[in-house]
């Protein structure tokens, strides 16, 4: 040790520590299993108490279990030496010694947070903040950064070129990960965040946006772990593919009771993966599609019948059309379609029964009229075609033959027609909303007891309340409870996607993260009106993400420049990293698909992570057919590179994708921005370089 270097003797120095505090953590880790096997000993006392005992013992052990296995990789990750001569060490979760002691602070605790907000200009009672890099429990390296340095002592080593800058230059693989070492003070601001209302966090792309509102949702877990467990935590995302590339984050942080979902399977049952039409999905995406929802479920369903007759003791009882309307509109507003059938029932018995005017049927009563219909066939097949229970897919895919009738005054016929054309066999992920529309519009359907299906004849009347008493009282339609919702890449929903988040926030507090020069919503004003009124109310706590740690500046400025062909005024974040590398456009007059691959392969040669091939939907299985695979290579399309990042991007067809919607410059600002180290552009003409230069 006399002959390693002063930075070896720190690296060994802290090696010494780390191992404490992983000794520590498998001894807490052996605990976690011996309390997981008490629980299941538990169960065999023999009584219900004994039962309890084990499920809650087995239930709270393994989520320990499932913590420490989750924080193992990169345990300990930074160090704090305050101005008092104490070290501090900050970790994934907190670790004590067999004495209480504390050996690691969780990164989330109050005592940690100045591990963020020690600068230089301001640094808290901190001498050297110490950043360990680490490879399984293995110390791989230090960067150190001495905040103030008239109180270091003077044989303090300082090692390093600075985390950030380090982080900065590293190969990305096809995860996110956490950014727990190296959160800076603008980002930890928002990342602690008063818990009540929602907190709304913007920025530039690069700008740690997506990942600071991860972090959030773990600090908001650590500290009002009841409310918020209990309550759960919802986290939406653009696309599954983004989905897949952030899922590791949370549980490198100690979290695994967060639900995660992209936008398209939000709503229970139903996984949607693929976009509509641009053209289509604009106008499904629009605050008009409520009320011809809304149409839908109250108007007569196709094929009702108009009419109903019958015949009861000397009297002929007719219900016309009119009657059936008056009908309809006392049941709408007694309830839910799906939740009003016993009532349905009542009120045409009663109206049938105000027709009756013979002697033998008044002498018998409306009572005695009211069972008699309640086992007439012809009534009930009446009944189950005039009210039937409606089930919202279905609902859905009336609706194009149905336009006409129900949307003429909000939709031109020159909509109507492409939202006919464009309407697909199964939902897609701008159809997700208009069933979630649906299912709350309609109602559950009352659940059947067992007795209603051991016995198939049809329910009394009382026996149809009571049942619809039951659904009424219990709340059926799940999805309402989340205590917090984050939404990210939220500029991207349309007021029919906020409509159908809002429901699952309604008494929640909200994370938003987003940025209006990249939206692909046609109207980004649009977006954010809709998005205030699913808040409502309450506080809203705002925050601004300055700098771009992703793109190299060569990068950024040139995508700065697309940024401002797409939206006025656009939020464009500082880049703080050069390389000197500019990007690079190619106009190609022979084949684009070889030219593509033969860019890609260089590519990949040239970086040592991860490499994207954007184009534009149309154009992406030629792509795939014509570029060889290679585990490091992903060739997508222009809306599924939102929120991922890669060292270096081909886009293929930018004119395509300039075309392909009305926020075509928005996502190719989006797609530019996804490169780390190099960005190359081929295609077949440069109109678009043209209007970027001009």
Known sequence: ?????????????????????????????????????????????????????????????????????????????????????????????????????????????????????????????????????????????????????????????????????????????????????????????????????????????GTGKTVVALHRAAYLLYTDRRRFEAGGVLVVGPSGVFMNYIERVLPSLGETSVTLRSIGQVVEGIRATTHAAPEAGALLGRPQMATVLSRLVKAPQAGAPSRFETFYRDDRLVLEAADLARVRRRLQTMGLPNTTGAAARELLVEALWERASGERALDRGAEAFADEL?????????????????????????????????????????????????????????????????????????????????????????????????????????????????????????????????????????????????????????????????????????FRLSTNYRNSAEIYDFAAKVAVRGIERPDLAEAVRRTGIEPRHEVVSGDLVARAAAETTQLLEQVEGTVAVVAPAGRLAELEAGIPADERLRILDPLDTKGLEFDAVLVVDADGIVAESASGWRTLYVVLTRATQRLVTIGTSRTWLDRVAG
Not at 45 to 62: C, F, K, N, P, S
């Open 374 to 542: 309640d086992g007439d066939e012809r009534f009930e097949i009446f009944l189950e075609q005039w009210w039937p229970e409606l089930d919202p897919v279905h609902l859905w895919r009336t609706l194009p033959s149905r336009l006409g009738e129900l949307a003429s005054d909000l939709f031109t016929s020159f909509e109507q027609q492409v939202l006919r054309r464009e309407w697909p066999q199964d939902p897609t992920i701008e159809d997700v909303p208009l069933i979630d529309e649906l299912r709350h519009l309609v109602g559950e359907v009352p659940p059947r007891s067992d007795d209603d299906f051991d016995d198939p004849k049809q329910l009394m009347s009382f026996e149809r309340r009571e049942r619809e008493d039951r659904i009424q009282l219990g709340g059926n339609i799940e999805d309402d409870g989340y205590a917090h919702v984050l939404v990210d890449e939220a500029q991207d929903l349309s007021p029919m996607q906020w409509r159908m988040l809002g429901r699952r926030g309604r008494s929640a507090s909200w994370t938003i993260v987003g940025d209006e020069a990249q939206s692909s919503w046609p109207v980004p004003a649009e977006s954010a009106a809709a998005r205030d009124e699913a808040l409502g109310s309450m506080p809203v706590h705002r």
């Open 1 to 205: 040790m006399n002959n390693a270097s002063p930075a070896d003797r720190e690296l060994q120095h802290e090696q010494a520590y780390v191992d404490t505090v992983y000794e520590r953590l498998d001894e807490s880790t052996k605990v976690a299993k011996s309390l997981v096997a008490e629980g299941f000993a538990r169960g065999h006392i023999g009584h219900e108490g004994g039962l309890v005992e084990r499920d809650a013992m087995v239930y709270q052990a393994t989520r320990r279990l499932s913590a420490l296995h989750a924080a193992h990789d990169g345990l300990v990750f930074g160090r704090l030496d305050l101005n008092d001569g104490t070290p501090r060490y900050i970790g994934r979760i907190g670790v004590r010694d067999e004495d209480r002691e504390i050996l690691l602070i969780d990164w989330r605790a109050p005592a940690a947070s100045v591990f963020y907000r020690a600068t230089g200009q301001d640094p808290a009672g901190v001498v050297r903040r110490r950043v360990l890099r680490c490879r399984g429990d293995q110390v791989i390296g230090i960067e150190d950064e001495l905040l103030d340095a008239e109180s270091a002592p003077e044989d303090m080593v300082v090692v390093g070129e600075g985390a950030l800058l380090a982080s900065l230059s590293r190969a990305r693989d096809s995860s996110m990960h956490s950014v727990v070492a190296t959160i800076q003070k603008e980002q930890d601001e928002a990342i602690r965040a008063p818990a009540r209302g929602a907190t709304i966090i913007g920025g530039g792309p």
